[in-house]
């Protein structure tokens, strides 16, 4: 094969690989072999030109340098904005796409701390009505039954994480006087059985 064909094309081969190398996770492999292909290239180009034509040679190694960046150029600019490019490279979402989750999000965030009714059972995930809202929900790994009381503890996606509100604890002097009544009942009953005497 000629060395002036063979330079051009490992120098071609070398522009793809590198353009790859950007869009394609390779962990660098690909850009060991564009490297390698460019060398080579100018190893070819040194063995078809160099000698005979210092300007042909002298050419070639400037366009290499212009090339390369060039190159890199239209693989980073250019080409996400060509018809081929847009179908392998997804649009980054615009401001309005993204508005209506954030608002979303924003709004469940605020519902922290607040308290629900479940309306379906959770298990674990349902609905939970809250502030006359009906939302998506998840209890933490627990069946919940419907119409529970539950508290809103945190936000995952766009559900509602949920925890059972624990009921009110009596009243002390109330369970006091229950415990010393219990006492006195259990002081006031004879045992039916004899203690054996040391």
């Not at 959770?122 to 069946?143: A, D, T």
């Not at 006195?184 to 009953?189: K, L, V, Y």
Request: hydrophobic residues 50%; charged residues 20%; negative net charge.
């Amino acid at each position: 094969m000629d060395y002036s064909l063979l330079a051009i094309l490992a120098l071609i081969v070398a522009l793809l690989m590198l353009v790859a190398e950007i869009f394609l996770p390779s962990g660098g492999i690909i850009a060991v072999l564009a490297l390698t292909s460019i060398a080579g290239s100018v190893w070819a180009a040194w063995m078809a030109w160099w000698g005979t034509s210092p300007g042909l040679w002298w050419t070639y190694i400037a366009s290499v340098i212009v090339l390369i960046p060039t190159t890199l150029a239209f693989a980073v600019r250019i080409f996400p904005n060509t018809a081929w490019g847009k179908k392998v490279i997804h649009e980054v979402p615009t401001l309005d796409e993204v508005t209506g989750f954030r608002e979303e999000t924003e709004h469940l965030r605020s519902l922290i701390g607040k308290i629900g009714k479940t309306q379906t059972l959770l298990n674990p995930s349902g609905f939970v009505l809250v502030n006359h809202e009906r939302h998506h929900c998840e209890s933490q790994g627990m069946i919940v039954d419907a119409q529970v009381d539950v508290e809103i503890i945190a936000v995952e996606g766009t559900r509602l994480v949920v925890k059972v509100v624990k009921p009110p604890v009596a009243d002390e002097t109330k369970s006091g006087e229950k415990s010393a009544a219990t006492d006195e009942r259990a002081t006031d009953e004879s045992f039916d059985f004899e203690v054996p005497e040391n």
